[in-house]
C-alpha cells in the first residue's frame, strides 16, 4: 500500500533552517509528484510548492519563493523539503503528500511538527 | 490571488445531512477536491473531481460544483463523521494550489 513517512519533529531557533524527509513505498515514485503543505497550530492547510519526482521541476507557493528549496532522490524514493531562514510564524505541522501538479492530493504523510523558537 | 471561503462551522444531529459550501469566483469551472481532517491526524481525501469518491470512502460523502459553489454533503451523518474538512482548487492564473479556510463539522 502507498505510504509517506516522514522525518520526526524539530526544534528550530529563529533565522536556522530545517529539512524535513519524506520517504515513499508502494508505488512508483516517479510516476508522480509530491505537494508540501503545512498547518500552523489551529490554523488551516497552507499549501507550500510541489515537486516532480519525475524531472525534479518545481513550484513554489509566492510566499515562501527564495527560502524554501525542494528536491528528491530517486535512489531512495525520498522527498526533502527544506525551509530557511525560520521565523516563528513558521511553526507548523509539515506535511507531504503525493499527486500530480494541478490533481488531486490522494495521500498524505503523518505530519513533522516544526517548533520555532529562542 | 484566488479565494475560497467555508463557513467555519456547521452542526448536525446524527442520521441527519450536513452540506459543507465552499465559494470561489467562477468556481464551478475548476476541479474541486475535498478532505477530511479529524484532530491530530492528517488530511483525507474524501472527494475529488468535484464528485468522485476514492475507494474507501462511503456513498454517504458526494460532491457537486457549480457557478459560484461547490457543496460537500455528508448524508446520513455519524458520530465519526465529526472532522475539519478543506476544499481545494488548483488556480491556473498562478499556478498554485488553493485551499478553503475550512469547516468544522460537529455532531450534536
Known amino acids: 500500500q502507498v505510504q509517506l513517512v516522514q522525518s520526526g519533529a524539530e526544534v528550530k531557533k529563529p533565522g536556522a533552517s530545517v529539512k524535513v524527509s519524506c520517504k515513499a513505498s508502494?508505488?512508483?515514485?516517479?510516476?508522480?509528484?509530491i505537494s508540501w503543505v503545512r498547518q500552523a497550530p489551529g490554523q488551516g492547510l497552507e499549501w507550500m510548492g510541489w515537486?516532480?519526482?519525475?524531472?525534479?521541476?518545481?513550484n513554489y507557493a509566492q510566499k515562501l519563493q527564495g527560502r524554501v528549496t525542494m528536491t528528491t532522490d530517486t535512489s531512495t524514493s525520498t522527498a526533502y523539503m527544506e525551509l530557511r531562514s525560520l521565523r516563528s510564524d513558521d511553526t507548523a505541522v509539515y506535511y507531504c503528500?503525493?499527486?500530480?501538479?494541478?490533481?488531486?492530493?490522494?495521500?498524505w504523510g503523518q505530519g513533522t511538527l516544526v517548533t520555532v523558537s529562542s | 490571488s484566488y479565494v475560497l471561503t467555508q463557513p467555519p462551522s456547521v452542526s448536525v444531529a446524527p442520521g441527519q445531512t450536513a452540506r459543507i459550501t465552499c465559494g470561489g469566483n467562477?468556481?464551478?469551472?475548476?476541479?474541486v477536491h475535498w478532505y477530511q481532517q479529524k484532530p491530530g491526524q492528517a488530511p483525507v481525501l474524501v472527494v475529488y473531481?468535484?464528485?468522485d469518491r476514492p475507494s474507501g470512502i462511503p456513498e454517504r460523502f458526494s460532491g457537486s460544483n457549480s457557478g459560484n459553489t461547490a457543496t460537500l454533503t455528508i448524508s446520513r451523518v455519524e458520530a465519526g463523521d465529526e472532522a475539519d474538512y478543506y476544499c481545494q482548487v488548483w488556480d491556473s492564473s498562478s499556478d498554485h494550489y488553493v485551499f478553503g479556510t475550512g469547516t468544522k463539522v460537529t455532531v450534536l
Open positions: 503528500a503525493r499527486g500530480a501538479l494541478g490533481l488531486r492530493v490522494d495521500y
Open positions: 473531481d468535484d464528485s
Open positions: 467562477n468556481i464551478g469551472s475548476k476541479s
Open positions: 508502494g508505488y512508483t515514485f516517479t510516476s508522480y509528484g
Open positions: 515537486i516532480s519526482a519525475y524531472n525534479g521541476n518545481t
